[in-house]
């Protein structure tokens, strides 16, 4: 790709936007559930775009952190923040406070962003338009496809978007997007969809596919940030600008997202159980009538109880499941070996109950695998390693010991550093990663990435380890 044409800058849509002072004898008068009340002369001026930006802000957050990093990335294992951004290939100190935008997609304060977005950070907060800081957790990365998981804890239902779809999106139709660019929090710019099924190629392994292409305004600090649709419901997550160009953005249709969430979101993954339903994530027939069973796996708890593929679940413990994030977020709540009854209708219409067990599966001891695969050991964190590290809460597994000419001494691991990934997923507990380091056979090729201090500096690096 030239340089001198198509510096593709990773970032989202939103500008400036502005109110005007009431006049002081205008008459308060609500607005919907959630909104401030406004004036008579305000309300006049309503329009679909206020009325959006009012519903949906409270879903957006910042994300942000104070952390400073130095990246260093091993061959293979590039970032694609680094190409977007033509990133040197040495070492790099930054600083950074907003780092991207997000959005929460169920109550429980599941958040959806741009995988780049996390790249960046060592701890996120996600600060919502209220001025609500909350620490931000990693649940499920997907790098291909550029989108990331992230889960706050609030002692309270939290502001949600509703998904979407857009595979019935029509050139020339308005969008509304609401993001942080520049650290400006919840700007919201509008434009139009100019174009659907168009793709970005960076390199051979980073092609984004099916992007719908707006001329709303973008600027850094705004990826991962939602596009809405005129009716408040999210159709994309931004991405991506030309900068080459003018007005002319990317985002990632709300349909790809549908698809990854089941398998980002795989409950026997996150709560390790045994379960055995995968769902579909899409829609398949109109909107909100339930979530339909993709596949389910022999000798499961599902399996036996009768559960078929095509079957759509319609409620859980006789809360109704609309969507995937819907069951999903029962499902997470359940602790394991508690059984759930499913509400089920049938292909042929038939509708049927069934009871299912989440199962509970035994850990696997993370720290023997690790030192038969890899030759090293590993430890939770201490309280002295987050004063090292300048952190406040675990970021990751110590390494305790490395055994001389093992696969972990041939990558130069040292004890001290820090596993914040394996294979893709994070980790900060021996629980986590004893679930992951279960499903590695010998020869494969696990992504690691790790944090270590050198010179009262945090070092990012990710690398590819063997198991023996």
Known sequence: ??????????????????????????????????????????????????????????????????????????????????????????????????????????????????AHVVDRATEVKATFADGTELDAEEVAIDRRRDLAVLKVNANRPLPHLKLGRSDDLMQGEPV??????????????????????????????????GLIQSDASINPGNSGGPMLNILGELIGINTAIRGDAQNIGFAIPVNQLRELLPQMLDIERVRRVDFGLHFDGQ???????????LRVDNGTPAAQAGIQTGDVITAIDNQPTPNFVEAFSLLARTPPGQSLKLDIRRESGDKVSVEVPLRAIPVGD??????RFFG????????????????????????????????????????????????????TDLEGLGHLVDQVDPGDIIPVQILRVRRNRLVRFELGLRAQ
């Open 283 to 293: 829609v398949r027939g109109a909107l909100n009538e339930g979530v339909r069973v």
């Open 176 to 209: 509304i997007v609401i993001g942080n660019p520049l650290g400006y929090q919840h700007t919201v710019t509008t434009g139009v969809v100019s174009a659907i099924d168009r793709e970005l190629a960076f390199d051979a392994d980073h092609v984004y596919r």
């Open 1 to 114: 790709m030239s340089q001198s044409v198509s510096r593709f800058v990773v970032c989202i849509l939103l500008a400036l936007a502005t109110s005007l002072p009431a006049a002081a004898q205008d008459r308060m008068v609500p607005v919907n559930e959630g909104t401030a009340s406004m004036t008579t002369s305000q309300a006049s001026r309503m329009t679909p775009v206020v009325r959006v930006f009012r519903e949906a802000s409270p879903a957006v957050v910042n994300l942000s952190t104070t952390q400073v990093v130095t990246v260093r990335r091993s061959p293979g294992f590039g970032s694609l923040f680094d190409e977007i951004f033509d990133m040197p290939t040495a070492p790099r100190q930054y600083r950074t406070n907003s780092v991207g935008s997000g959005f929460l997609i169920h109550s429980d304060g599941y958040i959806v962003t741009n």
């Open 366 to 371: 993370a720290v023997a695998q690790m030192e």
């Open 376 to 427: 090293m050991t590993v430890r939770p964190m201490n309280k002295g390693d987050l004063q090292r590290l300048g952190v406040q809460r675990s970021i990751g597994l110590i390494v305790d010991s490395v055994k001389n000419g093992s696969e972990a001494d041939r990558e130069r691991l040292v004890v001290g550093d820090v596993i914040t990934q394996f294979g893709g997923w994070g980790v």
